[in-house]
Nanobody, 124 residues
Framework: QLQLVEPGGGLVQPGGSLRLSCVASRSRLDYYSIGWFRQAPGKEREGVSCIGVSGDTTYYADSMKGRFTISRDNAKNTVYLQMNSLKPEDAGIYYC?????????????????WGQGTQVTVSS
């Protein structure tokens, strides 16, 4: 059973950058499309980005386009989320998960094997 952990969160100033990792264990990551989601206090979980199995297909929420980059290194069993030009509204707990339907989806209900999440705080 695939297990995912998300190291890399932390505190960053507005305009700064962070790189999150989604590290897999107990199974190969390259079987799955992997999505990143975030949840801010009092708000619903929202999709951030997703990457297909081979890495050739990527999706971003509109507010992240041009600022976030998702990538994967299947040899390292890891998916990355590079976040640049961070804004206070980007703060929240970031989760990665695998798609249950093969392809990427915007709906978090179609994902499984959720990591425990990592906190991202954007503040001066």
């Amino acid at each position: 059973q695939l297990q995912l952990v998300e190291p890399g969160g932390g505190l960053v100033q507005p305009g700064g950058s962070l790189r999150l990792s989604c590290v897999a264990s107990r199974s190969r990551l390259d079987y799955y499309s992997i999505g990143w989601f975030r949840q801010a206090p009092g708000k619903e979980r929202e999709g951030v980005s997703c990457i297909g199995v081979s890495g050739d297909t990527t999706y971003y929420a509109d507010s992240m386009k041009g600022r976030f980059t998702i990538s994967r290194d299947n040899a390292k069993n890891t998916v990355y989320l590079q976040m640049n030009s961070l804004k206070p509204e980007d703060a929240g707990i970031y989760y990665c998960a695998r798609s249950r339907i093969g392809a990427c989806s915007k709906s978090w209900s179609l994902y499984a094997s959720w990591g425990q999440g990592t906190q991202v705080t954007v503040s001066s």
